[in-house]
């Protein structure tokens, strides 16, 4: 296709954007903007108890599992609260209490909880530039047999480091230990295939990747841990075996599941699935460098220097780790089918034409947070850019990082 | 005023009344259908970290500290997933590991929640068909010195058992213990005064009395108990002392939170602020007897015979649980000043026509879950009137027992 040719999918990316001129483009990690379809799910009420609500259910965790291709071996155990919740009940729940959990390092928080889950955990440092070596975890698990999980963040969002989960995956396999995963900023955009990978299980959540709104996890694992996992859990709420027991038996959560939360992720995933499902919209990431898609998926834009400097990405002010999201960008590429990025002139319609548009459109998150960031600028804390930066800068960082 | 008079608050039953006209009306004690408005907050997507986000988490804790009038020494901490999540999160952060809970029992799942924790509980059983008695608990304490916490439920959903919480409240103080309840089915409905009840900690949920919708709980604690408790949780996730802390310093939770169902709940709070707030929406409550109220709140509309069966009333399909909610009829009383049931004939636009109006209007749940209902009935489990009974039915009971 010619670039300078109107594209009319120019707007696709506007349909995601807010309702409110007013509002901020939301961004990777999440939560992000979601799109009207999404949201407008939410203007039902739904009974918890129904049958048309437990066929929701049924229907989101279906297509959850299809997406990590798990139909065989896998079941998908929504569970209430964020993404942490449901890190923390699959650690509870599957890891027996005398279990030993290896966490290779590079920014994740597992050994946090593991320490308040009083089960035995140890951690292998990677510092917070450099992935996950699957040769040293598979050292590792040489060295202690008494380690009987691997707990891995498959796309640290701290640090931005994408982990090479199949080959991490074939280590821990190789040494008969199982594999956690913590997938939270990656689940719908990175591939994992559970009929290739040996996983035990996976995490993710309702609000990143998929772009639903926030308000519920969900754990996919495979139903010999569940089985095996009777008493394990620390917790009631968290308890991830009585959850699939009582899914199976009733059709429903056993405690009050967030009904709107559900529908909206209903939406969001007919809406994934109708746009060509993880094969779209992982399209424009597969294209980057592997080392550049962490990045892509968690710090958008980066600052400059900043890359790899650790956990300074949460403490950022909001127009520092936002951007345009990076599902956005990829759906609108997936639809336009324009080539990435790559430094050649940019005709009206291309992605950095549309990107100031939205610029020009929406009011920039760096100008609400203005006293703040000046505040934090005259402390000599963080972002060096200035307070109220326009969205030219991240755009212009964020173009130079891809 | 002429009961035969043109009603012109009839109309404000439907306000609530779900989106789509085939939707079933959801009834106490939640998830409820919810108003147009409260549903209409979620069509904005929110920054977890904005400070205009801040903004909203400060007004709702505000908002929820005033209804129990708790400002002097309370304070407010929201948490995700459903209430049974803030339950859990309570007892296993306010009370020490070396805390003894009593646990008065009509049908409460606290001791449940303690075995889980490891905290030692004991229970003070009342049977499914008498509320708490203040004097039983007040023995309790002084039998065993041991105990440190008293865990009340104010209004027992399964039972349908509302508890004399003032008496108890004076009972715990007086043997120098701490009071933890859980308010779920009753908070913004029945008082809480924590200026004039010495109460510790109160737990409740968005999607109950206050009509938000379902996704988060919130505890309102007294500062002294928070700050004792570093390091007492069991859990990451469900430690409500460092989400204090977090708060505080941050004005944010410490993990995502549900933006929409925040959203969505301060909206319902404006709503119910305008409308009078618990004095308005406690007025017909208040006027039926005092043993009447839990039933009211929980199990709407009852089944004959079955007043005080214990648990059956979760395992009743839905169209025996419900009735019209017990709060649509409350505000629809409170704006028309009806003077609720007393068996007395009813003219056009008073509450039995209303309902009867609402049947025709909208589809009743009990004609769903027909195939449901039937097979039930043929195995001889429950509810012996039928499937795909009529709406008339459950309101005859409904007038019945109120």
Known sequence: MTQSRPDPNVSSVFNAAPARRADPVLLTPGPLTTSAATKSAMLRDWGSLDDAFNALIASVCADLVGIAHGEASHVCIPLQGSGT??????????????GKVLVPDNGAYCQRILGYLGREAVALPFGDDRPVDPAAVERALQADPAITHVALVHCETSASILNPLPEVAMAVARQGRRLIVDAMSAFGMLPIDLRAMPIETVIAASGKCLEGVPGMGFVIATRASLEAATGNSHSLALDLHDQWIYLQKTGQWRFTPPTHVLAAL????????????????????RQLPPARRGHALTRLPALPGRRGAGAGHR??????????SVQALLRTDARARLHPLS??????GDLPHRLHRLHRRHRWRGDRGGARSRRRHAQGKRHPDGAGASLSRPIRYFLQDL
């Not at 430094?343 to 009206?348: F, L, Q, V, W």
């Open 85 to 98: 919740f449901s890190v923390e009940a699959a650690l509870g729940t599957l890891v027996p209490r005398a």
């Open 266 to 285: 209903h939406a969001s995933l007919a809406q994934y699935r109708a746009e060509g499902g993880l094969e779209a919209h992982g399209a424009l990431l």
């Open 315 to 324: 403490h950022l002010p909001h127009a520092r780790r936002s951007g345009l």
């Open 343 to 348: 430094g050649e002139t940019h005709a009206p």
